[in-house]
């Protein structure tokens, strides 16, 4: 069984439009992230949660606003939606340690129009 | 600024040899380093990890060899099979719980039979 789900696998959306990201973990674990990997850039850190707060925040544009409403959830809400956002959206977690490894989930892809 | 950079973009190598993938940085506080193993459409998964105190790092078929002093080090996969084709990805943290990861651009490799 899937340890990280993330829905949807595939998302299309216009330019300008919302979209919410979901993401859950059955790992038990304390820590979640988000990460973007695009063909432009590497594996880019966006967020880090750790017992549903924020801890760290890379993403310089508000229009990414991560939401946890549960321990093991942390959804990602894309506001204002740019063709530049097009790319696949993965959520990790860990135990929450020092240097814990950080597993991932299989990604959302992400296609602005 | 890419923090961590990896060479080559791509490998191919043949069925039972060994391939050496490659990573430097820049940032002297990393102090942990994961390599990642993605396959396309799958998020990274895991696949050897080393700390900073460490100049050695085995684990069946892959190696990690560090060098603190120059910042680089490197992944030897032995004995190459078709199936570990994938894009490898090296990644660096600076301690702390929860701390951020930052990946390289990744190497492709290539298991030619």
């Known amino acids: 069984d899937p340890k990280i789900i993330q829905k949807p696998k595939y998302l299309v959306a216009v330019t300008g439009s919302e979209k919410i990201l979901i993401c859950e973990q059955y790992l038990g674990h304390n820590a979640m992230y988000w990460y973007r990997q695009s063909a432009k850039k590497p594996l880019e850190f966006m967020f880090s949660y750790s017992y549903q707060k924020l801890m760290d925040n890379q993403t310089a544009s508000s229009r990414f606003q991560p939401q946890s409403s549960k321990k093991n959830h942390l959804d990602l809400q894309i506001t204002a939606l740019k063709p530049d956002d097009s790319a696949t959206y993965f959520c990790a977690s860990s135990a929450g340690g020092n240097q814990d490894t950080q597993y991932f989930g299989p990604g959302t892809r992400l296609l602005v129009l | ?113």
């Open chain 2, 1 to 113: 600024q890419q923090q961590v950079r990896q060479s080559p973009q791509s490998l191919t190598v043949w069925e039972g040899e060994t391939a050496i993938l490659n990573c430097s940085y820049e940032n002297s506080a990393f102090d942990y380093f994961p390599w990642y193993q993605q396959f396309p459409g799958e998020g990274p998964a895991l696949l050897i990890s080393i700390l900073s105190v460490s100049d050695k790092k085995e684990d069946g078929r892959f190696t990690i060899f560090f060098n603190k002093r120059e910042k680089k080090l490197s992944l030897h996969i032995a004995d190459s099979q078709p199936g570990d084709s994938a894009t490898y990805f090296c990644a660096a943290s600076a301690g702390g719980s929860n701390a951020k990861l930052t990946f390289g651009k990744g190497t492709k490799l290539s298991v030619k039979s």
